[in-house]
């Protein structure tokens, strides 16, 4: 059973900073794909950022490149998101997911396991 804890949520002002943390508890995650996606009020779920277990090759949505950073350390099983100059439009519930599968996907439905999600604001 594999189970994810998002933390580092909460209310920044635009052009600062958030970095969201993952916990995950479960065998063989070091060879999980790892994401984040994230969903704002009456919008559709979207895909932010992924990163593969071995390689840690990552990939990321067009609106937040250069911008957000995803990381893992498979020693202590936890995937980070760092965000900087963050935008009115990043605000969301942001939510970690874990696929057992080497490739990254940006479809939702392709990640078996979900935390229960951390808000981000971001004020104008």
């Known amino acids: 059973q594999v189970q994810l804890v998002e933390s580092g949520g909460g209310l920044v002002q635009t052009g600062g900073s958030l970095r969201l943390s993952c916990a995950a508890s479960g065998r063989f995650l070091s060879s999980y794909t790892m994401a984040w996606f994230r969903q704002a009020p009456g919008k559709e779920r979207e895909f932010v950022a992924a990163?593969?277990?071995?390689?840690?090759?990552?990939r990321y949505a067009d609106s937040v490149k250069d911008r957000f950073t995803i990381a893992r350390d498979n020693a202590k099983n936890t995937v980070t998101l760092q965000m900087n100059s963050l935008k009115p439009e990043d605000t969301a519930v942001y939510y970690c997911t874990a696929r057992n599968s080497p490739l990254t996907s940006t479809l939702g439905n392709l990640y078996e396991h979900w935390g229960q999600g951390t808000q981000v604001t971001v004020s104008s």
């Open positions: 990163i593969t277990g071995s390689a840690g090759a990552t």
